[in-house]
């Protein structure tokens, strides 16, 4: 059962930065599908960053060249580094794991329901 844990989440100047963290328990495979997604309330979750096993990346326009998914898998960690933030990135942010991705399949911030594992959330704040 994989178990995702954040972190990181608090409240910055807009023009500051954030560095979420996501401790996941162990996978079931080697290859894997890691995202970040956020939510504020009465919207929609939205997809922010995704990347696979391979370190391939992929970022939403509202996080291109400002945004930075990472993640070390000697630590079973994924991250978020956030710059330049704005008041619009304000949110939940989740944490989410799709751990039967395969090579070749579909990595996409733009289909959370590929994602069978989440977060509980961390909160971010730019005012």
């Known amino acids: 059962h994989v178990q995702l844990v954040e972190s990181g989440g608090g409240s910055a100047q807009p023009g500051g930065s954030l560095r979420l963290s996501c401790v996941a328990s162990?996978?079931?495979?080697?290859?894997?599908?890691m995202g970040w997604f956020r939510q504020t309330p009465g919207q929609e979750r939205e997809g922010v960053a995704v990347?696979?096993?391979?370190?391939?990346?992929a970022y939403a326009d509202s996080a291109t060249g400002r945004f930075t998914i990472s993640q070390d898998n000697a630590k079973d960690t994924l991250y978020l580094q956030m710059n330049s933030l704005k008041p619009e990135d304000t949110a939940m942010y989740y944490c989410?794991?799709?751990?039967?991705?395969?090579?070749?399949?579909?990595?996409?911030?733009?289909?959370?329901?590929?994602?069978?594992?989440w977060g509980q959330g961390t909160q971010v704040t730019v005012s």
């Open positions: 162990v996978f079931p495979h080697s290859t894997k599908c």
């Open positions: 989410a794991a799709n751990p039967f991705w395969t090579y070749g399949a579909i990595c996409s911030y733009t289909r959370p329901a590929d994602f069978g594992y």
């Open positions: 990347i696979d096993s391979r370190g391939g990346t």
